[in-house]
């Protein structure tokens, strides 16, 4: 296991142990648990030239989980001793955004170190399931001697019809932030500052109000992307649900 500073880079290797018959259990399932992940940054994959969060996080991004289903398990003792890379080794630890460059915490990750906890579940058993023990580890990490890789922001696609054909007119990501222009554009998750429609041109997004949500009575008010037709329409989660089919809608 190691941490790469030149770019981020993860690498860490499990492996299941064997039984008794000198072969894997077929029912063993595997949860890693990526603990004190510094604050400002994020575990991500790299896709192209875009780092993607990846793994289940908490509230705080401090935690991250990864599981190994049990459908993934070999069953025959000919790679017993072989590991396996989380994320096929395409892992890296990136930082949030730009501005954690600029904070006191990036110059100090040299003696921190992610702690990891590995433990094993096998189901479908006579007699119930059971779970093992923790098996910890640590990687240490140290200050980036590299480009540091920066997440990629989460991409939201809204549907917004162009009434007069003209094609669409829209404020860029740096321009809302000088307007501070803000939305929910996460359900639940708090005002995000986002492009958004220019109003210099005949345009409008496709939105189905949710009256839970008014503060005044029989007034709309749109205050969140789960109340626009989007791969989060009617979400009440994070979680996205692409039930923005319009057939469903217009008649």
Known sequence: MSFNSDNGQLNIGVRRGGGSTGVRNPFESLTLSIKDIPNGFALAKKVGNQFKAVGASDAFGTISLFTIDKSNSIGGSNHINDFNQIQSGNLYLVAKDNSVL??????????KSLNLSLVSRITDQPGGDSRSESINQKIALSNFSGDVPILSPLVVDPLI??????????????????????????????????????????????VLND???????SEIEIKSIS??????????????TF???????LV
Do not use: C
Request: charged share 25%.
């Open 211 to 217: 009256s839970s949500n008014d503060s005044i009575q």
């Open 243 to 249: 039930n923005s089919e319009l057939q469903h809608w």
């Open 102 to 111: 600029n904070s006191e915490a990036f110059g100090k990750l040299t003696g």
């Open 227 to 240: 109340e626009i037709f989007s791969e989060y329409f009617q979400a009440r989660s994070d979680k996205r």
């Open 161 to 206: 019809i162009d009434l007069d054909s003209n094609g669409l007119s829209l404020i860029s990501l740096s321009e809302a932030s000088n307007k501070d222009i803000t939305f929910e554009m996460y359900p639940k998750g708090g005002k995000v500052i986002t492009s958004w429609l220019g109003n210099d041109d005949n345009q409008a997004f496709v």
